[in-house]
Structure formats: C-alpha cells, structure tokens
C-alpha cells in the first residue's frame, strides 16, 4: 500500500486526501496541517468581518474530526519543515512541543497555499494594521471593531480582497479610505471596467486616494496605529486592513530543490505533477496553465484549489486525473455591485499576443419594462479577424456578476462573438432583456472585430 | 432597388425590416401589420396583468410612428390576406375600411406570429374567459379584475403562461386554481422537476387540479362565467385564463403552397428561406433546426423571433446571414420559484434516440454560511458512455434560473459533463458556493454516465 503525505490540510490539501481516501487503490494516508483549522472557507472571511456570517467557526466547511470520522489522520498542529526527495521524507516539527519526526512517503502532496502580502513598511507591527487570511486574522479583526469602536479606516489595495473588505468595513459603519498605488482601482480589469467600481465605492461614501503609495504607519504611544503615511501625505486612520494580495508558500519546495515556474508558484503538469516523480502540488502554492494565454498563470483561488486538489487525489490513488488550465473567471461584489471577469483583459490580450480589439456596452440585467432592471457593463476582448472571444468583464447591479459564466464557457470552447451573439440563452423579462446585454456585447464586438 | 413585402410588425417583422433598412443594398421596404401596435413585449403581458408594469404601453418596445421616424414604412390596420407565389404579390386588406389593394414584391418576408390555443370548449365565448396573447388581450383580463374584482380564478394550463398568469393572478389578490389535463405541471421539464414547480405554486396558496380535462364553462345569466366544467367536476371561477400555448399562424403560408414542416410551422433553412424563392419566414410561424436533437423544431420565443428577423433582414439586404438553430433554453419563474431548461429532457432525449442517463442534484445559490443562499435543484441529462450533455433543467429559488447560460453554452458546444465540471466559473460567497451547483451536477452525472 503506498504511502502519500499531504502538506497543509486546506481546501486543496484536504481535497486530495479525500479522494485519495476513497481511490481506486488503497492507500496509507496522513496530513499535516500547521495550524488548528482544516477546510475553512477563506473567501468568506470579509462576510465574517462585514457581520453577514456571525460566527467565523461557519466558515469551516469540515473539521479536523470530521476529517479524522471519514478515515483520514489529519495531524493538526504540525508544520512540516523539511523535504528530503532523495530519501524520501518529510520532516515534521509539532507547534506544541517543537520536537520534530521525519515521515517517509511515496507520494507527496504540496498543498502549502499562499501568505498575504506584509511589505516592509514602517510600524507595519503597529496594532491595528491587519491582514485577511486566516480564521484569526479575520478575528482580530472583528475584535478590534468591537473593542476599540473605530471610525476611520484605511483599506491598502483596491483589488479582490480590498474591495471586499472595504463592503465589510462600510456595513460595519466606519468611514473607509482606500489607498492604492495604481490609478484605477480593480487592477485585474481593464481601467474602463475598474472605474466603474471606483464610482460604485464612491457612491458607498468611500474615499478613494488612487496613484497613492503607502509609505508606513504613524502609531500612537499606546501602540496602536493612528496614520498611514503615503506618498500624498498621511491618512488618519484607526484600522488599517492591507488587501494587497498574497504570494505562494513554495520554500519548503524551493528549499528541497523542486522547480519553480515563471509565475514563482510551484511548476506542474497538467497531472498536477511537480518536476520530481511522486511529489504533487495543488491549490494555492501551485501553478495552472492558463487556456486563453497558453502560458503558465497562478491564480490562488479556492476553486481551483479544490478541483486540483482532486486531481492529485485520483493521480496518488490509482486514477488518472488531469486538471485542464483555468481561464481566469473570477466574480466578486462591493455593496450591490457585481463584478465579473474571465478570460483575457484588453491588456493580458496584447501581452499574450494577440491583435485584440474590445467593445463595451451598457444595458440592463432585466427587461426595460420590469421593475428594479439594474444597470450592467460588459465588456467583451476578442481577436481581431477570427472574432475568437478572449476574455470578458462585467460590473453592474444585482444579478451581474454570475452572467460572466455563460461567456467564461464560450471563452473555454474558444468561442467567436459572433457565435456567441447567436446563442440560445434564457430570456424572460424578470431575469433578462429579450437581448441579454452579453448577446447585445457579442453582436456589437463582432462588427467591430471584422 | 428590391422590393421587400413584411407581414406582421411585431418582433420577428420590425427586426426584419429594421437589419433591411441598413442592409448592404438599399431596398425598398413595406411593412403590413393587421394590429396596431408594432414590436410590443408579449412576454412581458402576465407582469402587466401582475401590476408590477404598470401601463401596457411600456411594453411597446417601439411604435409604428418611431418606426416610421426610422425610414421604416409601417403600415397598421392592413392585413395580408393572400399571397401570389407565381405573380410575386401579395394580397392586402385595410382594417377600417375593408379596401384590398395589391402590393408586389421580390422578397417577401413571413413574420405572422402564432395565436393562443382556444379549443372548442362549451361557452369558451363567456365573458371573463381570456386569453393572453396581446395588448388588448392583457388589458381586458386587468380591466375585468378592476371592475368586477372577481374573487376566484381557473388558470387552464400549466406550462410557462399558465404559472406566469398564476404568479400575476395571485400578486393580484385572487385565490387561483390550476387545471392541467397532465399529471404534473410544466411538461417542458422532467416530472421529477416539474414536481418541484408544483410545490412551489402550492406553497404559493395555489390548487392544483393536475389530471383533470376542462370540458366547458358554466355561464350565468349575466353572460359571465360562474365556473370550470371539469373530468373531475365543476371549479367555481369569477374569471378564467387559458394558458394552452399557441399554434403557428400558417394559413397565409400554406394556401399560397409554401410548405410546413414537420412541426406544423413554416419549414425554413438555415436562412429562414421558405421553400419558395425569395419568400422567408421568421419568428412564431416559423421551424427552427434543434442542434441537439438535429429535426425541425417549434419554438415560439421572444428571442428566436428577434435573430431569425435578423437574419432575413441580412439576406433580403445582401448580406448573406444564417440562422445557426436552437437548443430550447427557456427561463421563468412562479413566484420566487425560478425555473431554467436548456437542451433535451430526458424523455425528449430517448425520443431523438439517445441512450440518456440523468442526475439530479440539490444545492444551493451562495456558500453554505453566507445569508438567504436559496435551495436549487439542478438536472442533468447526458448520453451514456460519451458523457455529452444532451440538456439541463434547474429549479430554485432567486438567481437559479439563468445559471442555465452557461449549460446553454455547453450544450451547445457539445462538451461532456466531465468536461464542465471542470470549468472555470465564476465563485465569490454571496453568489455561488466553492462548487457551483452545476459543477456538481456535472460531476456525479459524469460519473453516472460512464
């Protein structure tokens, strides 16, 4: 029976050893998991902070002893700090006591995720200045409101995990400010898209400071955070949140001399295979092939995660499994506008390549006649000449965002716009205009590609 | 110059006459309308019944006079009432004053529509038995509740316009009683799913009489309908509305010779060329190319209406334009039931001789601890050892049915569960869970197929 060693019990970690669990082939399992949590849903963090999830143990889709009932010996509590590809083994040091053991494997699984971005600004000690990452970050957070009631904000960084928490912050009642180095907030849109959701933050009452660097904090005698300094002067603040991104956890691989790829994340094949035989990684430390660019992209999201996570799980246990690239979709929302993207921005587009031409329009997600139709952008990026569909983007109101998914398969089955226009989508009038505003996008950014 | 001759000036005649009016050959253009509106929303009538549009007139999406405003000459009050294959004319009959002229074309274009199905019931002709299938229609049905505040209605029916009448009835205040000769409602979808709709019409405070046949109405003295005659007995009713769906208006088409397919609907190409030189056919009255089960299909819908015109506009204009067919995606909704079907049910899928296997899931909308996440129950139907996805059907509640989409596309590009499960979709908490419902779907019917 043969023996595989997950490294971090998180949504790809936790994912492989269930499948390997129930593989075709038996197999010995364990996984160590530095921390307390297993499978905890990072992305509903800033819900925890923003008061709609009110108990941050609900992000926790399956505990350690849930894990441990279905057969699987999740050793919580044990960071492995060491990998010998040679002898083949882990060492592993236990948080409690720091003794250390080494674990023999067959197949290891690299599943160590991704650490949120801490640039070396002064005082970024300060109490305070938070990140958003894990289960007691968001804790912190949520104390730190409670006890200190405070009422200015700053959020550093408007993207993803930016946005999101200024939502929370907002509906928590603080006046938030957003410092962001780039000049347009939302840097995975194009610049056009991503004012759209500046002005939609700025309709919340947030105050946007764009093309503004941090530079560090200001703290009071007490410890505690009182300012950001930034490049246009300082910004009185009372918590800070730093949504500025995170970077994959590849050490332990790097240090035993698996291979990196351009991205920085771990190297893999479409088995999800690093470059050396038997040793896997999945989720947020790995990278994924991009199918648009057809290049290497790193991406940490929790669905990939999951998905690769399964991958490696039937690769360890006797089943082939290929995971086949991802696209770059992604949906998000500040207060009641939506968010969507897949595939290539105008930018990525011209990056990869291609000879890309785009087409916006505005239209409504409902029919015109219908109460509450909310306003929605798309935006659509395809190649001139074939037409070929290489990316879209969507901001609007409510019933926005998941639209992005109809045009993320057709970007899959490298679809034209105008193929698109043509599609048989659902239509009536409490859901959709009798044109669907990504039928409407298609048709006009086919003319335009011709 | 081409002349082009359009009948009926609603979604499929003005799309027409509208891509023609630009077209790349200028042509000169005549539009005959019997009615008096031109383009109007017929979907959108059960929401002005419903009161959530509150003037009919909003459901005009563009009047004869704008039409007109846009070099467009559209001629109201005029029926076609014969058509001359051989002398390339069309007979033309004026509503007010009963005056028939003789118009020629070169390309005529067929765009009459469909009407309601009004069987021969006893006293189908009692006042305060409706249908709706128009303007004055829909404003009869409002005005008969205003003035008579009728406490009791019979929707005849369930399929979309019945449980959309039924939604607009019970937004309306009355206690609403369905009877549908089938066992279960909405026979577009699988009984299984079909089941889930009736719940939700019960839950709603809706009788449901499924396995009855309506044999007449009861009438009072009065001329008004007093009750339903059944094949279970007598439903007392105050105002009846029949939702039996609509058969093509072909009468125009066949006594000129043109030929009807299959469906009993004008048989096109891909062009929506009739069989007849230079005579197209668009919208209700015409048969559209199912891609999934590959035979001529009937599909009367909004936004067929609209690409079919569209194409006939091209190729009547000189521009060579197809019609790429229809996969049968249809969205509605009872209540905060939302209802999505794409592709084939099952039993449609054994009948176009496919060896169909089929899973259902039940999941929900948003991650499992973000707030109001709404059941969703999606069904998959697939071809056994390919995996091909052969059709979808999803019952749920808010932001449930236009998932459809991106199975829309899927289906329509002939992928396999397998392969949609893997799919890059769009995830954030309050939109969808880590696994989309439909991934999930994808996944276990992927397996079930095998």
Redesign the interface.
């Known amino acids: 029976m043969s023996k595989v060693v997950v490294v971090g019990g998180d949504?790809a970690g936790m994912s492989a050893a269930a499948v390997a669990n129930r593989g075709a082939q038996p197999v010995e399992l364990v996984v160590f998991e530095r921390g307390e949590y297993t499978s905890f849903?990072a992305?509903?963090l800033p819900?925890f902070v923003g008061g709609?999830?009110p108990d941050a143990a609900?992000?926790v889709?399956r505990s350690p002893e849930k894990h441990r009932a279905n057969g699987i010996d999740v050793r919580t509590g044990h960071e492995v700090v060491g990998i010998d590809t040679a002898a083949r083994t882990v060492r592993v040091r236990s948080t409690a006591d720091r003794r250390e053991f080494t674990e023999p494997f067959d197949h290891l699984v690299i599943a160590t995720g991704a650490s949120p971005i801490r640039p070396p600004f002064a005082n970024i000690d300060a109490k305070g200045v938070h990140v958003i990452h894990t289960i007691p970050n968001a804790v912190a957070i949520d104390a730190a409101i409670r006890s200190r009631q405070p009422r200015r904000a700053v959020v550093v960084g408007a993207g993803y995990i930016g946005i999101e928490v200024v939502e929370a912050l907002v509906s928590r009642g603080l006046e938030v400010t957003v410092v962001e180095k780039l000049d347009v907030p939302m840097a995975t849109l194009d610049p056009d898209m991503g004012e759209r959701v500046g002005a939609a933050m700025r309709a919340m009452g947030v105050e946007l400071k764009l093309g503004v660097g941090v530079e560090g904090f200001e703290m009071g005698a007490d410890g505690w955070v009182r300012a950001v300094a930034t490049s246009s002067g300082a910004v009185a603040a009372d918590l800070v949140v730093l949504g500025l991104g995170v970077r994959p956890n590849v050490v332990l691989a790097k240090d035993a001399g698996i291979a990196l790829g351009p991205t920085g994340a771990i190297a893999t094949d479409a088995r999800m295979a690093t470059q050396v035989e038997g040793i896997w990684a999945a989720g947020d430390c790995a990278e994924s092939f991009h199918r648009v660019s057809e290049r290497p992209a790193w991406i940490a999201?929790?669905?990939?995660a999951?998905?690769q996570g399964r991958v490696v799980g039937s690769n360890v246990s006797g089943t082939h499994a290929r995971?086949?690239?991802?696209?770059?979709?992604?949906?998000?929302?500040v207060g009641s506008t939506?968010i969507?993207l897949?595939g290539l921005n105008e930018r990525a587009a011209r990056a990869a390549g291609f000879d890309a031409v785009a087409q916006s329009i505005e239209g409504e997600t409902r029919?015109?006649?219908?109460?509450d139709a909310a306003k929605i952008a798309v935006k659509l990026v395809v190649e001139r000449g074939s037409g070929r569909l290489l990316g879209a983007q969507i901001v609007g109101g409510p019933?926005s965002?998941?639209?992005?998914?109809?045009l993320?398969?057709?970007v899959?089955?490298e679809?034209t716009a105008d193929?698109f226009s043509?599609?048989?989508?659902?239509?009536?009038?409490?859901?959709?205009p009798?044109?669907?505003p990504t039928l409407i996008a298609a048709r006009l950014t086919a003319e335009r590609a011709r």
């Open positions: 949504a849903a992305c509903g819900y709609q999830v609900r992000l889709a999201l929790g669905t990939h999951n998905k995971f086949p690239g991802v696209i770059g979709t992604a949906v998000t929302r939506e969507g897949t029919a015109h006649y219908y109460p019933e965002a998941k639209r992005i998914d109809a993320a398969v057709a899959w089955n679809m193929e043509q599609l048989d989508l659902g239509y009536a009038p409490p859901l959709s009798v044109w669907d």
